[in-house]
C-alpha cells in the first residue's frame, strides 16, 4: 500500500512568479520559527527565522509572515529561481519549563518544483 | 569555514548488527542535536546536547538507541540490534545556544542508514 508518508504538500511555480508556503503549528507556547530549505541529498539550510513577538521579517527575496491567533507560519519567495526548487520545511522551538533552549519541531515539509 | 560533517556518508548493514554514526560540529558551537528523517518525512528530534549538561534523550526511539558527546565536541550515535524501521538519513546539527543568540541549527550533510 502506499505511504501516507510520501504525500507531501506540492507548489508547482513557474520561473518568475512568487510562491507562498505555508505551515500551521500547534504549540501556542512556541516561541521561535524557522524555515529551512534542504535540497535532494542534502541536509537542511537555513532560510529564515522569525520570533514570537514579530509578525513579519524580511531577508533577501524571502519574507515570513508569522500569524499566532491562528498558529499560521508562511514563507513568501519573491521572484522564485530554478535553484529555489526543493522541500522546504517550517521548525518550531518549543519551550520546555519556561526555558527555551532550541529544540526544534520539524513539519512534514513541502515540495516546490520551479519549471523554466 | 567547515561545517558540520558527518560520516560515513552511507551505511548498509544487516539487522540485528549495531552500528556507529559520527558528527562533528561546527567548532566552537556548544550545542549538538541528533536528527532522523524518513523517506518523505519531516526531521523527527532524537537527542540534544548542551555544554556539559546532562543530554535531552527524550526522542529516542527505544533503549537501542544511544549518542554520547566527548569532550564538548564530536558525538556518537549507536544503534544496537539494527531493524529495518531504523533505516532513514540520520541528521546532526550544531548551534550556538545563549541570550541573545539565535538558535540557527547548521546541518550535516547526514548518514543514510539502509538495514537490510
Known amino acids: 500500500g502506499e505511504s501516507v508518508g510520501l504525500h507531501l504538500p506540492t507548489l508547482s511555480v513557474q520561473e518568475g512568479d512568487n510562491s507562498i508556503i505555508n505551515c500551521a503549528y500547534s504549540n501556542s507556547a512556541s516561541d521561535y520559527f524557522i524555515w529551512y530549505k534542504q535540497e535532494s541529498g542534502k541536509g537542511p539550510q537555513f532560510i529564515i527565522d522569525i520570533r514570537s513577538n514579530m509578525d513579519k521579517r524580511q531577508g533577501q527575496r524571502v519574507t515570513v509572515l508569522l500569524n499566532k491567533t491562528v498558529k499560521h507560519l508562511s514563507l513568501q519567495i519573491a521572484a522564485t529561481q530554478p535553484g529555489d526548487s526543493a522541500v522546504y520545511f517550517c521548525?518550531?522551538?518549543?519551550?520546555?519549563?519556561?526555558?527555551?533552549?532550541?529544540?526544534?519541531?520539524f513539519g512534514q515539509g513541502t515540495i516546490l518544483t520551479v519549471h523554466p | 569555514g567547515a561545517g558540520v560533517s558527518q560520516s560515513p556518508s552511507n551505511k548498509v548493514t544487516e539487522k540485528g548488527k549495531d552500528v556507529e554514526l559520527r558528527c562533528d560540529p561546527i567548532?566552537?558551537?556548544?550545542?549538538l542535536y541528533w536528527y532522523r528523517q524518513s523517506l518523505g518525512q519531516g526531521l523527527e528530534f532524537l537527542i540534544y546536547?548542551?555544554?556539559?549538561?546532562?543530554?535531552?534523550k527524550s526522542g529516542l526511539p527505544s533503549d537501542r538507541f544511544s549518542a554520547e558527546r566527548t569532550g564538548g565536541s564530536v558525538s556518537t550515535l549507536t544503534i544496537q540490534r539494527t531493524q529495518q524501521e531504523d533505516s532513514a538519513v540520520y541528521l546532526c546539527a550544531s548551534s550556538l545556544v545563549g541570550t541573545g543568540v539565535s538558535y540557527e541549527q547548521y546541518f550535516g550533510p547526514g548518514t543514510r542508514l539502509t538495514v537490510t
Open positions: 521548525a518550531e522551538n518549543r519551550s520546555a519549563g519556561g526555558t527555551s533552549y532550541g529544540k526544534l519541531t
Open positions: 546536547f548542551q555544554g556539559n549538561s546532562a543530554p535531552d
Open positions: 567548532s566552537g558551537h556548544t550545542a
